[in-house]
C-alpha cells in the first residue's frame, strides 16, 4: 500500500495543490494529514475549506496540529503571550481568526490530537509535534537518546510528526521508525519546495521517501504579502528564503 502523509499546509493553497498532484502521480491509496491548516498562510480560508470538504473521504485520516488548536481557542491571553515571544505570528493568529468563519473554527477544534491505526500489520501514530505534545520538537539535531525519551511509552511500529518543518526520521534500538514528514506550505529546507513523504508498506515493510515539489512560491508569496496585518511582508519572504520558523 502506498500512503502519502501531509503536515503544515499553514494556508498555502497552491503548495497543497502541487503536492495532491504529486500524490496523484505517485498513485497513493491513502493521505493522512497531520495538522496546521491555516496559520499564518497565503489562504488560509480556503486551504481550511479545502479539508473541510474531504473530512470525509475514506482515504484521508485527519488530526489537529498546535496552530490549529490556537486558533480554534483563540483569546486575548494567547495573543498576548504569542506576541511576547514572536510579534508577527501573534498578529498573524489574531488576523487568522477574523478571516476564519466559525464553521471553519470549530472543524479545527475537533479534529483529533492523535490517531492510531493499523495497517496492513504495521502499528502507525500520528501526531503533529510528538507523543507527548503537539508543540514539541522533533528535528534533525536531536540525538537517539533524545528521540527514545520522547517515544518510551510508544507501542507503535511507525510514529509520523510534523510541526517543525525540517523533514526527517529516526530507527530506534527497538526498531520503532520515526519520521518527520516535513511541511507543505512553509518548507524550512535549503530549497523550499512543498514536501511530504510517500510511506510504502508491502509484507509488513516499509519504504519511507520524502518528496519534494515544485510549486508557484512567486504567487504564494504575493498573495501572503498582500494580507492584511502586520509583518505579512516578512513571512511572505519566507517562502522565498526561510531563514527562522517563528518571528
Known sequence: ??????????????????????????????????????????????????????????????????????????????????????????????????????????????????????????????VHGSPRRNNEDISPDLSLVEVEKIIKNVSADVILCGHTHIPCGYQTSKKQTVVNVGSVGRPFTPEPKACYLKLTITNGNCLFEHKFVDYDKESASEKLKQRDFEGSDKLAEMLLSPTIRHF
Open 1 to 126: 500500500m502506498k500512503i502519502a502523509v501531509i503536515s503544515d499546509i499553514h494556508g498555502n493553497i497552491d503548495a497543497l495543490n502541487a503536492v495532491m498532484d504529486s500524490i496523484k502521480e505517485e498513485e497513493c491509496e491513502k493521505i493522512f494529514v497531520l495538522g496546521d491548516y491555516a496559520m499564518a498562510g497565503p489562504e488560509p480560508s480556503k486551504t481550511v475549506d479545502w479539508f473541510f470538504k474531504n473530512q470525509f473521504d475514506e482515504k484521508f485520516k485527519i488530526i489537529q496540529g498546535n496552530t490549529d488548536l490556537m486558533i480554534a481557542d483563540f483569546s486575548e491571553t494567547l495573543y498576548q503571550n504569542l506576541k511576547e515571544k514572536a510579534p508577527i505570528m501573534a498578529e498573524a493568529l489574531k488576523n487568522d481568526v477574523q478571516v476564519l468563519n466559525q464553521i471553519q473554527k470549530d472543524f479545527l477544534k475537533k479534529l483529533p490530537m492523535q490517531l492510531e491505526l493499523d495497517i496492513e500489520g504495521t502499528k502507525i501514530l500520528l
